[in-house]
């Protein structure tokens, strides 16, 4: 198959198809993909969320450095940044998202892309630095196995409908004005070919616990502008995954947030950084 027209996400049972991410496309200067934002992906106040963002950019920009590597290698997501210039845009929108490289070697690469309307408003921007890893027989034979049979998951672990995005990822929330916490029992209901949770799924989990921090704070409208994932290492799959999102400024104009998400041997998994605008 030619890497550069190749996407691993032609099965109705991946992380993708799931957020209502259609096969990209290679145009021969840029990689183009699409999203039909399913119902749930909203947030408790009825809003698009912008945790779907994350999970779209994470997906193109990703496939456009893994088109770089060479037969027997993979990619995998080191560092995802995503800023919001726009709100989500409703249910059912039909929203667009293309991707360039702008630098590889042997290693991997960085592209960068944006997310747009039907009717070409930016709503978001992208980047991603993505490094090549040999596969190993285990993970051939188990990316063979789910291509084969059109799933990426047994039917027996897979999530149950639900009205908004936490419920659907299995997520539940507390929070404090100072702190917000995040858990995640099964997060093998999101795990990618690896058998791993999603690195877009953290990045939208990461998301939702910061948004839940500033909903504590209802005297002071706060929005996400940007939102920036580093990738430690994986969580396993049968893990408790805990995001925990703490302030780390608070100025009158903006604010700064951080997020650790671990798995339950306390090992640290991802770390964010999210700019608050207010």
């Known amino acids: 198959m030619d890497k550069a027209t190749a996407c691993y996400i032609d099965h109705e049972g991946s992380v993708e198809r799931r957020f209502g991410i259609d096969p990209c496309q290679w145009t021969g200067e840029r990689r ?3 999203m039909r934002l399913p119902a749930w992906t909203t947030s408790t106040s009825g ?3 912008g945790g779907v963002i994350a999970v779209l950019l994470d997906h193109v920009l990703g496939e456009e450095v893994f088109a ?3 037969a027997g290698q993979w990619s995998v997501t080191t560092e995802l940044s995503v ?3 726009a709100p989500v845009p409703a249910i059912g929108t039909l929203l667009l998202a293309h991707a360039s490289l702008v630098t590889t070697d042997g290693r991997g690469g960085f592209a960068r892309g944006e997310v747009l309307t039907e009717a070409g408003q930016v709503i978001a921007t992208g980047a991603v630095w993505a490094n090549h890893v040999p596969l ?4 051939e034979h188990r990316i063979g196995s789910a291509r084969a049979r059109g799933l990426v998951m047994p039917d027996d672990i897979a999530p149950p409908a639900a009205a908004v995005i936490l419920g659907q990822l299995g997520a539940v929330a507390s929070s404090t004005a100072v702190r917000a916490v995040l858990e995640v029992a099964h997060p093998d209901r999101w795990a990618n070919l690896f058998g791993t949770l999603h690195g877009g799924v953290w990045a939208c989990l990461a998301h939702l616990v910061v948004g839940e921090l500033l909903s504590a704070r209802t005297t002071t409208p706060s929005t996400i502008a940007s939102l920036s994932v580093h990738f ?3 969580a396993p799959p049968a893990s408790l995954v805990t995001l925990t ?3 780390e400024h608070q100025g009158r104009s903006f604010a700064v947030v951080t997020v650790r998400g671990t798995n339950d041997a306390g090992t640290t998994c991802i770390t964010a950084t ?4 207010r």
Do not use: C, F, V, W
């Open 245 to 247: 999102a703490e302030y």
């Open 68 to 70: 770089t590597g060479s």
């Open 136 to 139: 190993s027989p285990e993970i």
């Open 232 to 234: 430690l290492r994986p």
């Open 32 to 34: 183009l993909g699409a």
């Open 274 to 277: 999210a700019n608050i605008r």
């Open 47 to 49: 809003q698009g969320h």
């Open 83 to 85: 800023a919001y210039l």
